[in-house]
């Protein structure tokens, strides 16, 4: 693999989740537990979805394309599924308000660290973008702790969120999955290390913020639950090539008016 | 739940200015809470949340009306009148 | 030492004088004793605003995940997310008249009890429905709201007017970009919208309600300040020319120019659809509102998890409930035509 088409995906990787969490955030607009929840959920949503644009951005001047925002939804919207690199976490379908804000904090604690990894990116734009970037996500990730601090202290809504980080802990491992050539991110010093390296601070996030109704360790299956050292760092994404389950229907849904006449302008 | 009322400023420009009011469950969500809620275009930048119980009203009344007070209030007539008479007047 | 709530401000004895004060341009604060029938009147006309707020954002959410674009989406969603905030700034002013709370308000409305605009009652069935809807009906619902807030004497209701009139002003600026679009677009894409057009004209219209009643106590109370039929050709004459010049009909087979007032006509409305919306009998009443119901429910346990331990006063009510009686007294003539 080129440097340039490492890089390419390691950014691909990046944009992509930012997509479909934001994408995924979209879903709560007016149906989120209180209005002023709602207020705030979509404001974080649309921040994703800003993230994933200028980030998609960054990858067609690689490509040498200019960044049109026809050029940013070519890419964001028109590749073959396999052509993707998010992580099966964000293309991941919820079952309630509980697991959309277990993800939304694990997603945003990820982010903080993931970010702090470009800060000081050789790509200019990028180390740019991350200063915007990280303003945000510092007020997502206070936002979900905000409520996560008065629902895990009622016994009912503890035990809702215990059972939704329990549904979803096996997809946090894929978060922190790099792409075949981010090792040419690396050398180029467009991020600052591997991002297998955030699996360990983030496990250890998780664990102090859901202790103590979660355990340290895996279950019987050998499934992840908040250990940093039970080395589940393999998923079945193949270096984020693989797509899951929910991706199609995802995608079908969020292609639906494009598909309806492939020549418009909306 | 409790209800907070919001407070926002524009920096160097104007007062604090009541904006509304939110229902949150801590101090900390009703900060969280109110800058999606009233400040999501940069109405402000600077913000206030205070508990709805915490403020002390003042009875209906209890602000004195003025326009008894012209003491308080010179418009410069007075000195308008010396102004005009001194300038009127012959040499 | 008095806190919030503790004790009213002004108080008038007798109708004619809080009228002749109204008349007089003065403005009725949350903590004044004010006339039963006024707090009803007022109150009714707020919460079903705030309704319409609510459920207009949610007629909306259906398509927003299948938005045609990055940054299209983030436009979209960031203005049904205004929709979503006006509903809340509005039931908070609503539940400070003391009438009923935050609570029984959205229960209500979950509960099938509740009015909320016509339009709202109807399913957007294509992309290009969302885009009629943020053009046709955001227009109408602007054109209401301007005329409350022009001579509103209710202050509360009046200062937050302001805010949701700015944001309407950003959300009229994207459905007609978004509609210009579609007029210099494809030959689908324009037939999409002409079908979408079919569909919200009429409803669109019927926003404004059937002619104000001579006597309407909202219009008497400066609660409103022009009467339904003027607001509703203002948005005629604005509209009708608009679609023909961007290449669309109008749906309303006896439309004329008459030459002598030099204004459209679009002769008799039928007015039994938005009577049946108003009796919770649209065409999507029963999903909305089945759906905005189990969503409720699905997440009471956030709401109780929040509350405990939390309420430390039942302060979202400034008025002393016991001096509200349940007389309905006046409500909205044609019940539609405000918001």
Same mark, same amino acid.
């Given at each position: 693999?080129?440097?340039?088409?490492?890089?390419?995906?390691?950014? =691909?990787?990046?944009?992509?989740?930012?997509?479909?969490?934001?994408?995924?955030?979209?879903?709560? %607009?007016?149906?989120?537990?209180?209005?002023?929840?709602?207020?705030?959920?979509?404001?974080?949503?649309?921040?994703?979805?800003?993230?994933?644009? =200028?980030?998609?951005?960054?990858?067609?001047?690689?490509?040498?394309?200019?960044?049109?925002?026809?050029?940013?939804?070519?890419?964001?919207?028109?590749? $073959?599924?396999?052509?993707?690199?998010?992580?099966?976490?964000?293309?991941?379908?919820?079952?309630?308000?509980?697991?959309?804000?277990?993800?939304?904090?694990?997603?945003?604690?990820?982010?903080?660290?993931?970010?702090?990894?470009?800060?000081?990116?050789?790509?200019?734009?990028?180390?740019?973008?991350?200063?915007?970037?990280?303003?945000?996500?510092?007020?997502?990730?206070?936002?979900?702790?905000?409520?996560?601090?008065?629902? =895990?202290?009622?016994?009912?809504?503890?035990?809702?969120?215990?059972?939704?980080?329990?549904?979803?802990?096996?997809?946090?491992?894929?978060?922190?999955?790099?792409?075949?050539?981010?090792?040419?991110?690396?050398?180029?010093?467009?991020?600052?290390?591997?991002?297998?390296?955030?699996?360990?601070?983030?496990?250890?996030? %998780?664990?102090?913020?859901? $202790?103590? $109704?979660?355990?340290?360790?895996?279950?019987?299956?050998?499934?992840?639950?908040?250990?940093?050292?039970?080395?589940?760092?393999?998923?079945?994404?193949?270096?984020?090539?693989?797509?899951?389950?929910?991706?199609?229907?995802?995608?079908?849904?969020?292609?639906?008016?494009?598909?309806?006449?492939?020549?418009?302008?909306? | 739940?409790?209800?907070?009322?919001?407070?926002?400023?524009?920096?160097?420009?104007?007062?604090?200015?009541?904006?509304?009011?939110?229902?949150?469950?801590?101090?900390?969500?009703?900060?969280?809470?109110?800058?999606?809620?009233?400040?999501?275009?940069?109405?402000?930048?600077?913000?206030?949340?205070?508990?709805?119980?915490? @403020?002390?009203?003042?009875?209906?009344?209890? @602000?004195?009306?003025?326009?008894?007070?012209?003491?308080?209030?010179?418009?410069?007539?007075?000195?308008?009148?010396?102004?005009?008479?001194?300038?009127?007047?012959?040499? | 030492?008095?806190?919030?709530?503790?004790?009213?401000?002004?108080?008038?004895?007798?109708?004619?004088?809080?009228?002749?004060?109204?008349?007089?341009?003065?403005?009725?604060?949350?903590?004044?004793?004010?006339?039963?029938? !006024?707090?009803?009147?007022?109150?009714?006309?707020?919460?079903?605003?705030?309704?319409?707020?609510?459920?207009?954002?949610?007629?909306?959410?259906?398509?927003?995940?299948?938005?045609?674009?990055?940054?299209?989406?983030?436009?979209?969603?960031?203005?049904?997310?205004?929709?979503?905030?006006?509903?809340?700034?509005? !039931?908070?002013?609503?539940?400070?008249?003391?009438?009923?709370?935050?609570?029984?308000?959205?229960?209500?409305?979950?509960?099938?009890?509740?009015?909320?605009?016509?339009?709202?009652? !109807?399913?957007?069935?294509?992309?290009?429905?969302?885009?009629?809807?943020?053009?046709?009906?955001?227009?109408?619902?602007?054109?209401?709201?301007?005329?409350?807030?022009?001579?509103?004497?209710?202050?509360?209701?009046?200062?937050?007017?302001?805010?949701?009139?700015?944001?309407?002003?950003?959300?009229?600026?994207?459905?007609?970009?978004?509609?210009?679009?579609?007029?210099?677009?494809?030959?689908?894409?324009?037939?999409?919208?002409?079908?979408?057009?079919?569909?919200?004209?009429?409803?669109?219209?019927?926003?404004?309600?059937?002619?104000?009643?001579?006597?309407?106590?909202?219009?008497?109370?400066?609660?409103?300040?022009?009467?339904?039929?003027?607001?509703?050709?203002?948005?005629?004459?604005?509209?009708?020319?608009?679609?023909?010049?961007?290449?669309?009909?109008?749906?309303?087979?006896?439309?004329?120019?008459?030459?002598?007032?030099?204004?459209?006509?679009?002769?008799?409305?039928?007015?039994?659809?938005?009577?049946?919306?108003?009796?919770?009998?649209?065409?999507?009443?029963?999903?909305?509102?089945?759906?905005?119901?189990?969503?409720?429910?699905?997440?009471?346990?956030?709401?109780?998890?929040?509350?405990?331990?939390?309420?430390?006063?039942?302060?979202?009510?400034?008025?002393?409930?016991?001096?509200?009686?349940?007389?309905?007294?006046?409500?909205?003539?044609?019940?539609?035509?405000?918001?």
């Amino acid at each position: 693999m080129s440097d340039r088409s490492g890089i390419r995906e390691f950014l =691909l990787a990046f944009a992509d989740d930012e997509h479909l969490m934001g994408q995924q955030h979209t879903e709560w %607009i007016g149906v989120a537990p209180f209005l002023e929840e709602d207020l705030a959920f979509s404001s974080i949503g649309q921040d994703e979805l800003g993230h994933a644009a =200028l980030l998609y951005e960054l990858v067609l001047e690689l490509d040498g394309i200019e960044p049109t925002d026809a050029a940013v939804d070519q890419l964001a919207f028109r590749r $073959s599924s396999r052509d993707y690199r998010s992580c099966h976490l964000v293309e991941y379908t919820t079952g309630g308000w509980a697991e959309a804000l277990v993800r939304h904090w694990i997603y945003d604690t990820f982010e903080e660290l993931r970010w702090e990894q470009v800060s000081d990116s050789a790509m200019p734009r990028l180390a740019s973008i991350t200063r915007r970037a990280r303003r945000e996500e510092a007020f997502h990730r206070r936002h979900a702790d905000a409520l996560l601090d008065k629902l =895990l202290a009622a016994p009912e809504a503890r035990s809702r969120i215990t059972d939704a980080l329990q549904t979803i802990a096996h997809l946090v491992p894929g978060l922190c999955e790099a792409t075949a050539g981010e090792a040419s991110a690396i050398a180029a010093g467009v991020t600052a290390g591997p991002t297998a390296k955030l699996f360990e601070p983030l496990a250890r996030a %998780i664990e102090e913020r859901f $202790s103590p $109704s979660v355990g340290v360790g895996t279950d019987e299956t050998g499934r992840f639950v908040t250990s940093a050292t039970a080395g589940l760092t393999t998923t079945d994404q193949d270096q984020r090539t693989r797509r899951s389950d929910w991706f199609e229907p995802l995608m079908a849904r969020m292609r639906e008016v494009l598909d309806y006449d492939p020549a418009a302008v909306w | 739940m409790d209800v907070y009322e919001v407070f926002v400023k524009k920096d160097g420009r104007d007062e604090f200015r009541h904006v509304g009011a939110l229902e949150a469950a801590t101090d900390e969500l009703a900060l969280v809470l109110a800058r999606e809620g009233y400040v999501r275009r940069a109405e402000g930048d600077r913000l206030w949340v205070v508990r709805r119980d915490h @403020v002390i009203v003042a009875d209906d009344g209890f @602000v004195a009306p003025n326009a008894d007070k012209p003491h308080r209030h010179h418009d410069g007539a007075a000195v308008a009148a010396r102004r005009r008479a001194a300038r009127e007047a012959p040499e | 030492m008095r806190r919030w709530a503790a004790a009213v401000a002004r108080s008038w004895v007798a109708m004619e004088d809080f009228e002749a004060f109204l008349d007089g341009g003065g403005l009725v604060e949350a903590d004044d004793d004010m006339p039963d029938p !006024y707090r009803q009147a007022v109150f009714a006309f707020i919460e079903m605003h705030a309704n319409s707020e609510l459920m207009g954002g949610l007629t909306e959410r259906d398509w927003i995940p299948k938005t045609p674009g990055l940054r299209h989406k983030m436009a979209v969603l960031a203005k049904t997310q205004d929709e979503i905030g006006h509903g809340h700034l509005l !039931y908070m002013v609503a539940a400070d008249l003391g009438v009923k709370t935050r609570t029984e308000m959205l229960e209500d409305l979950f509960g099938g009890r509740s009015r909320f605009h016509n339009v709202f009652h !109807y399913r957007a069935v294509t992309w290009g429905d969302q885009v009629a809807i943020a053009f046709l009906v955001d227009a109408a619902a602007l054109i209401s709201q301007q005329a409350v807030f022009k001579d509103c004497s209710y202050g509360p209701y009046k200062r937050i007017l302001r805010r949701i009139i700015a944001e309407e002003g950003f959300h009229m600026r994207l459905g007609e970009d978004r509609m210009m679009r579609i007029a210099e677009g494809t030959a689908r894409q324009r037939r999409m919208f002409q079908e979408s057009l079919d569909r919200w004209f009429w409803p669109a219209l019927q926003l404004f309600g059937p002619d104000s009643k001579p006597d309407d106590p909202l219009l008497r109370w400066h609660i409103k300040s022009e009467r339904n039929e003027v607001l509703r050709d203002r948005w005629v004459q604005k509209f009708v020319p608009m679609l023909q010049g961007y290449g669309f009909s109008v749906p309303a087979p006896d439309l004329r120019w008459d030459d002598e007032t030099r204004r459209w006509d679009l002769g008799p409305i039928d007015w039994a659809p938005l009577q049946r919306t108003l009796a919770q009998g649209g065409p999507d009443s029963a999903r909305r509102i089945g759906e905005a119901a189990d969503n409720w429910q699905r997440t009471a346990w956030v709401r109780a998890a929040l509350s405990k331990g939390g309420a430390r006063s039942d302060s979202s009510t400034v008025a002393d409930n016991s001096r509200v009686s349940a007389n309905g007294g006046a409500s909205a003539s044609g019940g539609n035509g405000g918001g």
